[in-house]
């Protein structure tokens, strides 16, 4: 192992909005991630499938830039990969390659996650292997720490939270501006909170992958995402996925009861298991979800015998989300464990796996 | 070193409310914080200076049971401290005696850290021992750790909050019971939520010592308790410490306007260092910090780049405070490091003291 004031060095794949806003970081605040890491953190290579993207970036002399990620995770004396590519492939091979071989991970990878996640779990944990990967839910809102590490000797009840900005943005615009559900993400896709195919968000797909994750750092259990309900039996938009069916009308009726509508992902503990949901409700103006703005990410955790604990923050955006990224980083570098330490994980078996190896 | 999955021995000084409630949860909770911890937390040894405190509390049949603080600290085997008797003597001999010793403290000793942070800082440090103390503000709410850890690479500007519950309690029941300053702390006494003296919440020592360990965790520095203004220049209670002058008018007068008071902690930096406060304001009802409600906390920092990040929960309660107690047990025995690790050190020349060693 190398002496604890040597450099971490990591791998950085992908150069889209979060991994050049972590490449930057990395350069410009390298003193302050330095102190935090408690050695300097050291960008050995970069892997970019499109080179273009480095362009204005100042790398370090030293940093290798590569085009192939499967070739940038084998550069020798790698302390870490940082997967910001997206997508399942090669995303997903490549993690679990990187974890199979005793690596450590840091991922920001959603989809990945919500899709594999206990796969990789398993994988790291026979490996001996870290993942990290707090920047998956909230963008830049500390929420996968607080609950699994800070909440560790509380029993959570009930997860609530406000995780997609492009539809919380989009119901903002049609609260605020009076616009109709079309109009309004229109106006998401020019302001460049929407993509041009916008169902992963629109139909709550997004939102029921990040549930999953929170659920399994609040109750200890792997969730299938097909198993998040994304379909209201009533309520607003009732009957469609997502925020589909959420029209202009049913906005207005809301504000004439002084209500709002968010869409809340939610998941509880319940006698027949743990029930999970990321449908459009109408809330109460005093309901800390109502207080999500924009991109702005909320989320609740209801526990015993800590009662309710609320944490808000940026949603998403390159250097909020970089700074998630960069403290798991800086974790990992400190020798902290992956971002389940701490959690209940009974549920699923995983502890017996561990202990078995 | 002991193994990963040999218990992990706890000696728990103070049976108050906390203290009660850390080693009802020790027990009752056992299994939930083997899995936090990754192997069993053992309450070895109990200090209670008034055992009949003990009665009602079910311990474990191993448990010693002491009356001297001194002696829990020398039984053999311990893997940390936990120290809940607060004060400053003897409980500041006594985890600098076990820090000097190179043992794991664990402390919710707000006055302490404030009085004497720095040189406990230091000793830590040059003794290679660990020292966590997430209780010590905002009790079961999550502050510390985000400020440190998951803001690792965020450069904060500004940390304000309502940290004090018994003086929150009181703005409260005068503004929603239009008490006088004298009925509404007399109220609180009756509800147990202020002490016979109230000076210490009152007058914004409590607040202002919890701003103190914020500003080490936010900035890097320990500043003095007393350079933490506590008389407001102008507004609501101008002139007079923490909340000694603020008066019925005032808060009618502000309701008028329709904004409340609340006792705002603020510490920002500026060209000319760090400007620190503890003073009631007149704010928004849109502030976050208004939604403090009762002995409920409120922290929202501000830095580059991840904009605003906002925590809130339970401030005080023996139950909620114990959860965060013993999360810090639990990442003590992972192997994780003390409270600050993760936070900017350079300020007070601390990481060369620990680079000398």
């Known amino acids: 192992m190398a002496s604890p004031t040597a450099p971490f060095r990591v791998a950085l794949l992908g150069v889209g909005t979060v991994g050049r806003a972590t490449a930057d970081s990395l350069v410009r605040d390298a003193g302050r991630l330095a102190e935090a890491a408690g050695r300097p953190i ?56 990187a974890l199979r071989a005793g690596r450590s991970v840091v991922t920001a990878n959603k989809h990945l996650l919500a899709a594999r996640g206990q796969a ?56 605020r501006d009076h616009l109709g559900a079309g109009a309004a993400l229109a106006a998401a896709q020019v302001a460049g909170y929407a993509e041009t195919d916008p169902s992963f968000d629109v139909d709550g797909i997004d939102a029921a992958d990040k549930l999953v994750i929170l659920v399994r ?38 504000e004439a009861r002084g209500h709002r509508i ?6 509880r503990r319940t006698a027949a298991g743990i029930v999970a ?17 924009g991109i702005g990410n909320v989320v609740v955790f209801e526990g015993e015998p800590a009662g309710t604990v609320m944490v808000a923050g940026p949603g998403a955006g390159g250097p909020a989300t970089a700074a998630a990224v960069l403290a798991d980083v800086a974790a990992l570098a400190r020798g902290e464990g992956s971002t389940w330490a701490g959690s209940a994980a009974a549920a699923v078996g995983l502890l017996a796996t561990e202990a078995a190896r």
Chains 1, 2 share one sequence.
């Open 42 to 97: 050291e960008l050995a290579v970069i892997a970019a499938r499109t080179p273009a993207r480095l362009q204005g970036l100042a790398l370090p002399a030293g940093t290798q830039v590569l085009a192939d990620p499967h070739a940038a995770v084998e550069v020798p004396g790698l302390d870490a990969v940082v997967e910001l590519m997206g997508g399942d492939s090669p995303a997903g091979e490549i993690v679990e390659a």
């Open 120 to 175: 990789l779990e398993t994988t790291a944990r026979q490996a001996g292997a870290r993942l990290r990967f707090e920047a998956a839910v909230g963008g830049g809102t500390p929420v996968l720490r607080v609950c699994a590490s800070d909440l560790a000797a509380v029993r959570i009840e009930c997860v609530r939270g406000v995780i997609n900005g492009t539809t919380n943005w989009i119901l903002d615009a049609m609260e």
């Open 277 to 293: 949901s990321v449908v459009p409700r109408e809330i109460d103006p005093d309901d800390p979800l109502a207080r999500a703005h």
């Open 217 to 254: 750092l609040a109750f200890g259990t792997w969730i299938s995402p097909a198993a998040v309900a994304r379909i209201a039996v009533d309520g607003p938009g009732a009957g469609r996925p997502g925020i589909r069916g959420v029209e202009a009308t049913d906005v207005a009726a809301a």
């Open 262 to 267: 968010r869409v809340i992902a939610e998941a």
